[in-house]
């Protein structure tokens, strides 16, 4: 019997530690989100909670024009595609200065591969998980 219950508890100890190594804390999704993003040198600004990310983009070499993209965490599910990052909802919104424009949209462009659309994805949806309303 102290057998089973030594393999039991062996068993369930295993188990915890994998979900422990598998969750992350806000700190740490908002630091991979950030370093994500900030791989581009064209970002100029980025600010970040949980609910909310929006950054100032350079389209060109200097500050003028740019775009400023604003995504909605709340209660939307991300998707990476082959070319984007798809929202269930309309959760993007983009600001071009050179045609002074602001679109609602459902996705944005952000990497070109899957995976890589995908990954942020996922890291965009265990972010909102912190979002209190």
Wanted: with cysteine; charged share 30%; net charge negative.
């Amino acid at each position: 019997m102290k057998k089973a219950i030594t393999i039991l508890t062996v068993c369930l100890l295993a188990i915890a530690g994998m979900q422990t190594v598998q969750a992350q804390t806000k700190e740490e999704l908002e630091r991979q989100i950030e370093n994500i993003i900030r791989e581009s040198d064209k970002i100029m600004q980025l600010e970040m909670t949980p609910c909310q990310i929006a950054w100032k983009e350079r389209m060109g070499d200097g500050d003028e024009p740019y775009f400023i993209t604003q995504l909605d965490l709340r209660g939307a599910a991300w998707l990476g595609t082959d070319h984007s990052v798809k929202s269930d909802k309309q959760s993007v919104v983009t600001y071009n200065s050179y045609s002074d424009r602001t679109m609602q949209l459902d996705e944005f462009v952000y990497r070109l591969s899957e995976k890589d659309n995908q990954m942020f994805a996922d890291k965009l949806n265990a972010l909102a998980r912190f979002c209190e309303e």
